[in-house]
């Protein structure tokens, strides 16, 4: 992290070594469910009210990014190449999965977390940007850190500043990620021709039911999952939530687990966490929050705090 941060000290819970198995079908066993499960929702759409699309297309699409992350961390087969083709359909269409590789990895850097310099998926800005934005940006970023703005606006903010770098990218004629955008259009072609060719959905309604609350279901997990802190564990939050979303997230809620054993498969981070539960908690600096519902109540009108890093004021 940049030294405007000063880091502490703090012991962390002493993991065992993880040894993975060389097809983890617990992850190959979400695959089949999610393709399923998608497959039959868009074929069977015109014969569903869209109270029932809406959620299950929702749950689905983010529940297919909690699918993407676990094969950025090299699961669930001993193949890199068969993993990124596990998820090469790209249900929620907005960002190539190369791209999100390697932003994600530049993110495990703990020293770094939450910096809006250093790390590419903090939702912090420097003081510097703050002080030149304009009014409407800055309503927009205090509405956005609120649970509701996360939810409804939280995608725009995606979209914004992804395809803006990938723009002056192009710009500046830097063509590094094109094999990325290529591999990507494939996996978009696949889903679309799926979507709307094959099943006859139109695209609004894909984009309505599907795409767009599907990245604001998956800001949800991310709402509260960093924190800026001088103490680099008391960064990442632990929410014990229940079986239906800690599956959705494919338990990345228990998120200090993650960081101090990215390498675990989702599957095993419970026992892990159960095993080990007062020290995660200490070493995250009680950083914790009973369940989603929690923090529906507390931040949902209510910004949790101001868009500005404190490390670098």
Known sequence: ????????????????????????????????????????LTWFHGALAWWVLLPAGTFLVAWHGS???????????PFAWLNEALVLPSLWLWIPFRLYRESHL???????????????????????????????????????????????LGPLRCFWLLYGAEGKRLLR????HAKAWALHGLGVVLVLTW?????????????????????????????LE????????HRSAIVE????????????????????????????????????RALFQAANGGYVFSGYGTIFRRYFFR?????VHPGTA
Not at 173 to 176: E, I
Not at 198 to 209: D, K, N
Not at 211 to 223: A, H, K, Q
Not at 226 to 233: I, K, W
Request: net charge neutral; charged share 15%.
């Open 226 to 233: 960093h924190r800026a802190e001088p103490v680099p564990t």
């Open 173 to 176: 004629g830097d063509f590094s």
């Open 241 to 276: 939530a229940g079986p239906l979303m800690s599956l959705l997230f494919l338990n990345n809620n228990l998120h200090i687990v993650h960081h101090a054993k990215p390498g675990l498969p989702w599957y095993r981070i419970p026992a892990l966490y159960r095993e080990q």
């Open 1 to 40: 992290m940049s030294n405007r941060f000063v880091s502490g000290q703090a012991s962390a819970p002493v993991l065992r070594k993880h040894v993975s198995r060389k097809f983890e079908f617990p992850t190959l066993a979400v695959v089949v469910v999610i393709y399923a499960a998608f497959g039959a």
């Open 106 to 152: 530049a993110h495990h850097n703990d020293d770094s977390l939450t910096d809006p310099l250093d790390d590419p998926e903090s939702f912090y800005l420097t003081a510097e940007a703050w002080a030149t934005a304009g009014p409407f940006v800055r309503t927009f970023l205090w509405v956005q850190n609120s649970l509701a703005g996360r939810l409804l």
């Open 303 to 307: 910004a949790k705090e101001a868009p």
């Open 67 to 77: 699918l993407q992350h676990e094969v950025v961390h090299g699961h669930p087969t």
């Open 195 to 223: 979507v709307l060719a094959v099943c006859g959905l139109p695209l609004w309604q894909y984009l309505l039911f599907f795409v767009y609350p599907g990245i604001g279901l998956t800001l949800l997990r991310s709402f």
